[in-house]
């Protein structure tokens, strides 16, 4: 039988906090989604100022980062070269959501959607690095 690591409540709420601080360090209105290795919402959060569609986009952000294990500028990236990359199941290929990656496993994901794609990135890379 395997052992890996998984993510608790405590990891998920320290990473949450790292990404709205910054987020409201560059006042940012974002949403930020939080997805277990299997992509299921571990947390949400809309921020004051992000628009209603980043509460539908975040998810789907983390979901593709999750399931895939790359972060969606890898599958961004990857449809501009075949377009019909498009229609890969459960796939948002736009920046903004990366893989939690510890101890050479995929635990999870941050999706983060609300402002330019490379700022969500940002957002989502600051609660990651919180992890450590």
Not at 82 to 87: E, F, N, Q, T
Request: hydrophobic share 40%; aromatic share 6%; charged share 25%.
């Amino acid at each position: 039988m395997k052992t890996r690591p998984v993510l608790t409540a405590v990891d998920v709420h320290k990473m949450a906090a790292a990404c709205r601080a910054e987020a409201d360090k560059n006042k940012w209105g974002v949403s930020i989604a939080i997805v277990d290795d299997a992509g299921s919402l571990l947390y949400f959060e809309r921020l004051d100022g992000a628009g209603p569609m980043t509460s539908e986009v975040a998810p789907a952000k983390a979901r593709t980062a999750a399931l895939t294990r790359r972060p969606t500028k890898f599958w961004e990236d990857r449809v501009k070269e075949r377009p019909s990359m498009m229609k890969f199941p459960d796939n948002l290929p736009i920046q903004g959501g990366v893989p939690i990656m510890y101890q050479g496993e995929c635990v999870g994901a941050i999706g983060v959607s609300g402002v330019q794609s490379h700022e969500d990135e940002q957002v989502a890379n600051a609660g990651v690095a919180a992890l450590g």
